[in-house]
């Protein structure tokens, strides 16, 4: 049974930070491109940041958040991680993990982040 499993999320200050984590199972991690994507309400789902199963190859990112997000995998752990430094309140939204490989596309069902004072 395949399994996206995301934790990590909350409220938090402007200028503060949270690690969002994906547990993945069920499925051949190494094989699987990675993704994080947001929705904020009455807004579509957006990609933050996606990183692929190339060694060396360089996370892609969102304009919005280039410089603040870091997305890194552990492939020993089945996880992917997405470090968010800096938060603004327009980072507030639903965050789901995603993983593809040729026709197959996983969600997880996603962890609410708030940045608000």
């Known amino acids: 049974q395949v399994q996206l499993v995301e934790s990590g999320g909350g409220l938090v200050q402007p200028g503060g930070s949270l690690l969002l984590s994906c547990a993945a199972s069920g499925f051949t991690f190494r094989y699987y491109a990675m993704s994080w994507y947001r929705q904020a309400p009455g807004k579509e789902r957006e990609l933050v940041a996606d990183?692929?199963?190339?060694?060396?190859?360089?996370?892609n990112y969102a304009d919005s958040v280039k410089g603040r997000f870091t997305i890194s995998r552990d492939n020993a752990k089945n996880t992917v991680y997405l470090q968010m430094n800096s938060l603004k309140p327009e980072d507030t939204a639903v965050y789901y993990c995603?993983?593809?490989?040729?026709?197959?596309?996983?969600w997880g069902q996603g962890t609410q982040v708030t940045v608000s004072s």
């Open positions: 995603n993983a593809k490989w040729l026709r197959l596309n996983y």
């Open positions: 990183i692929t199963t190339s060694v060396g190859s360089s996370p």
